[in-house]
């Protein structure tokens, strides 16, 4: 973070609680939520879609019209469609420990003008297959995302040569994320309805087949593609390769577990991993924590 300018800015306390920092942009605005006491049913909403990411401490997010009451912590994304309306509580925030969020508001332009050029390179179906979808979107998110959203912060509150550029670089990208997590979601959806696409399938499968090593020819025959065509549409559309998807997924699930109270062995056995230390590793490198500070939050 530049601590020439937004430490200075966000040691000026004139509230308690949401105590806000912003920084705008050409296509958005990032703020700064700073809370230092206990608060509950802390109103906030925006016009447009707000992509928030939390940097230290714990909100309890009530989202009246879906009926949603959920913890957000660290190193999860939570995303309010555009006028959608989130009530918050801050259970652990104080003086000394406040609790820290950030939120991006992007313009509906932005999305859309992504969401075609996204569109203008896939070949995965005969309809737009890349489509913002205006609904909360609560998840944990990996490293990269994280050091994204941490980019960001550091982007907008700067005021470098070529700061306008830099920053809808990483609109692109962080739109991009969503986008293709939404079109994960959609697409398993219709499957489960038995409306299946090629690529669907393979989702499907990679999910039954978590702890198995799978084999790329076994995904190029259920996608019906070659495999230069098929590792090509399924990195536009996820972002990543089969593998790195199936090791996501993999790691998702074992913090699923992990929060269940499950043991660290019993969840890296289960889940295909053949050595507890490693798995450690990875779980750190994906989610900036280890798997025993999981286990610890749920006290």
Same mark, same amino acid.
């Given at each position: 973070?530049?601590?020439?300018?937004?430490?200075?800015?966000?040691q000026?306390?004139?509230v308690l609680i949401?105590?806000?920092?912003?920084?705008?942009g050409?296509?958005?605005?990032?703020?700064?939520?700073?809370t230092?006491q206990?608060?509950q049913?802390?109103a906030?909403h925006?016009s447009e879609?707000?992509?928030c990411?939390?940097i230290?401490?714990?909100k309890?997010?009530h989202?009246?019209?879906?009926?949603?009451?959920?913890?957000?912590?660290?190193?999860?994304?939570f995303?309010?469609a555009?006028?959608?309306?989130?009530?918050?509580?801050?259970?652990?925030?104080?003086?000394?420990?406040p609790?820290?969020?950030?939120?991006i508001?992007?313009?509906?332009?932005?999305?859309?003008?992504?969401?075609d050029?996204?569109?203008?390179q896939?070949e995965i179906?005969?309809?737009?297959?890349?489509?913002?979808?205006?609904?909360?979107v609560?998840?944990?998110h990996?490293i990269?995302t994280q050091q994204?959203?941490?980019?960001?912060?550091t982007?907008?509150s700067e005021?470098?040569?070529?700061?306008?550029?830099?920053?809808d670089?990483?609109?692109?990208?962080?739109?991009t994320?969503l986008?293709q997590q939404?079109?994960?979601?959609?697409?398993?959806?219709n499957?489960?309805?038995?409306?299946?696409t090629?690529?669907?399938?393979?989702?499907?499968?990679?999910?039954?087949h978590?702890s198995?090593?799978i084999?790329?020819?076994?995904?190029?025959?259920?996608?019906c593609?070659?495999r !230069?065509? @098929?590792?090509?549409?399924? $990195?536009? +559309? %996820? *972002?990543v390769? /089969?593998?790195?998807?199936?090791q =996501?997924l993999?790691?998702?699930?074992?913090?699923?577990l992990?929060?269940t109270g499950?043991?660290?062995s019993?969840?890296?056995?289960?889940?295909?991993?053949?050595?507890? !230390?490693? @798995?450690?590793?990875?779980f $750190?490198? +994906? %989610? *900036?924590s280890a /798997?025993?500070h999981v286990i610890k =939050?749920?006290h």
């Open positions: 973070m530049n601590t020439s300018v937004l430490t200075r800015k966000r000026r306390l004139n949401e105590n806000k920092v912003s920084f705008a050409e296509h958005a605005e990032l703020s700064i939520y700073d230092y206990d608060a049913k802390v906030l925006s879609l707000l992509f990411g939390m230290s401490g714990k309890i997010m989202v009246a019209d879906s009926h949603y009451h959920s913890a957000f912590l660290p190193n999860q994304s995303v309010l555009p006028r959608q309306k989130v009530l918050i509580d801050f259970p652990d925030a104080s003086l000394t420990k609790t820290t969020c950030l939120a508001e992007i313009s509906t332009d932005k999305i859309r003008n992504v969401v050029a996204l569109n203008f896939q179906s005969h309809d737009d297959f890349f489509q913002y979808v205006p609904k909360l609560h998840s944990q990996n990269q994204l959203l941490e980019r960001m912060i982007l907008f005021n470098e040569q070529h700061r306008d550029y830099l920053i670089l990483s609109l692109n990208e962080l739109i994320r986008l939404q079109s994960r979601d959609v697409m398993l959806a499957c489960q309805q038995q409306t299946t090629p690529l669907g399938n393979v989702l499907i499968y990679i999910e039954q978590l198995d090593t084999e790329i020819n076994t995904l190029c025959k259920i996608a593609m070659s !230069s065509k @098929f590792y090509q549409q399924f $990195k536009l +559309a %996820f *972002g390769t /089969p593998a790195v998807w199936q =996501q993999r790691l998702q699930k074992a913090y699923r992990l929060q499950e043991r660290i019993q969840v890296c056995y289960q889940l295909g991993f053949n050595d507890p !230390s490693h @798995f450690s590793r990875v $750190k490198n +994906a %989610f *900036g /798997p025993k =939050q749920r």
